[in-house]
């Protein structure tokens, strides 16, 4: 029987290009952390998804929620640079779950 060791990863920082991955997924935790309170109704069923460049990608539950989000995209833009470190954002795009059944 082997000893599994299980691992706080809060601070763990490896080298490389996974300490890269988990240093973007951190930043895209905050970030959406930071969104999720400003969402007024019509958007509380989307997330943050991707933040490349100056586009910041989110992706909603359903696809009425993508519907509507789709819909007011310059309201999500003004939404999204309220958010500190996220005023530099150009562009936003809502994408449907599809792995959800």
């Known amino acids: 029987m082997s000893d599994k060791l299980t691992t706080n990863l809060t601070n763990y920082n490896p080298k490389g290009e996974l300490g890269e991955l988990l240093a973007k997924a951190k930043a895209h935790n905050h970030f959406d952390t930071q ?3 400003l969402l007024v109704v019509q958007f509380k069923d989307i997330r ?7 586009v910041v990608t989110f992706i909603a539950s359903n696809a ?3 519907f509507r989000a789709n819909k007011q995209l310059p309201k999500l833009l003004e939404i999204v640079k309220q958010v500190d ?3 530099t954002i150009e ?6 779950n599809n792995s959800q059944t």
């Open 91 to 96: 562009k936003v795009v809502v994408k449907l």
């Open 35 to 37: 969104l999720q309170p």
């Open 48 to 54: 943050l998804c991707l933040i490349e460049g100056n």
């Open 85 to 87: 470190g996220l005023s």
């Open 64 to 66: 009425s929620a993508a």
